[in-house]
């Protein structure tokens, strides 16, 4: 079967649930965060070509539904390169979703915060991503149905989501950062001396996700909304070592903020 007959498959599979035009993307403790309206759901394992994920806590999931009368798809969970997938696994979602006629895409993640002056519980709106997989989603023939060759990556962080973004926060009393997300392989935490190569390239959060998708969205045509929640200092900024305890135990505590903000922001997305 060729690529393209695979995406088909799974477009079709989703279809079956409807027709959103956005979807969102939910990280690392997040995946509860947003209820839909008279939602159907698929398990990733109902849906043909889709990864299995590995990781607890990470259960895959694909859900429609409204959220204040806009149609949303709502994938619950996500795979991981650390896991061993290919990078064309880990993007094989956020591409079926393009050719289910989705136009903006959401990606939450929890991150390290490496800039000074970023504490854990911040929200943080990523403005542009540094790619330190050493991997690309794209390499290998391009599938010139989804995108061009070489996509461009300029404003792959929309300026206007952004902004729209940044008012719903203000209109809410949820006040937003914004930053520069760089993409670890993971699933060793950085090191101290990683992580401050990393600040003088100008990056302001770290994590090992996102940037796959966002690259497939961006070569597929898609908006794209990124929103990491800070969830500890990076390695070496504070004393303390990272546990993935207090990643989660800090996503928990601002699950319902997120849950607060997307649920505000989705039905004034311009789609
Ligand atoms: N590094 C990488 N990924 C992460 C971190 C971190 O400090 N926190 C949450 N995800």
């Known amino acids: 079967m060729d690529h393209m007959e695979r995406f ?3 477009a079709q599979s989703i279809r079956e ?3 959103p035009k956005v ?6 403790g997040l995946s509860r965060i947003l209820p839909l309206e008279g939602e159907r759901v ?12 590995t990781v607890e806590g990470h259960a895959g999931e694909v859900a429609v539904g409204t959220l204040g009368g806009k149609e949303v798809l709502v994938q619950r969970g996500r795979i991981h390169f650390y896991e061993g997938y290919d990078l064309a696994e880990v993007v094989f979602p956020v591409r079926v979703y393009a050719l289910v006629g989705v136009r903006i895409l959401i990606l939450t993640n929890a991150a390290g915060g490496i800039r000074f002056g970023f504490f854990p519980g911040d929200l943080v709106l990523i403005s542009d991503h540094i790619n330190f997989l050493g991997a690309n989603p794209l390499r290998g023939p391009n599938i010139a149905e989804l995108g ?3 996509p461009d990556m300029s ?3 929309d300026p206007e989501l952004r902004k729209l973004a940044r008012e719903v926060g203000a209109e809410l009393g949820i006040p937003l950062k914004e930053g ?3 993409a670890a392989l993971g699933p060793s935490y950085e090191t101290p001396a990683e992580i401050r190569a990393f600040r003088a390239w100008g990056a302001d959060l770290v994590g090992m996700s996102t940037v796959p998708e966002v690259i497939a969205a961006r070569h597929a045509g898609m908006r794209v909304l990124g929103i990491s929640v800070v969830t500890n200092f990076a390695a070496g900024v504070a004393p303390q070592p990272l546990s993935h305890e207090e990643v989660l135990e800090v996503t928990q505590a601002k699950a319902a903020e997120l849950g607060r903000l997307l649920s ?6 311009p789609v």
């Open 180 to 182: 520069v997300y760089l």
């Open 8 to 10: 088909r498959e799974a």
């Open 148 to 150: 061009p060759r070489f």
């Open 23 to 28: 979807a969102v993307v939910l990280g690392s």
């Open 155 to 157: 404003a792959a962080y």
């Open 42 to 53: 698929k398990k990733f394992t109902e849906i043909p070509g889709f990864p299995r994920p």
């Open 17 to 19: 649930l409807g027709s």
């Open 264 to 269: 505000a922001l989705i039905p004034r997305l």
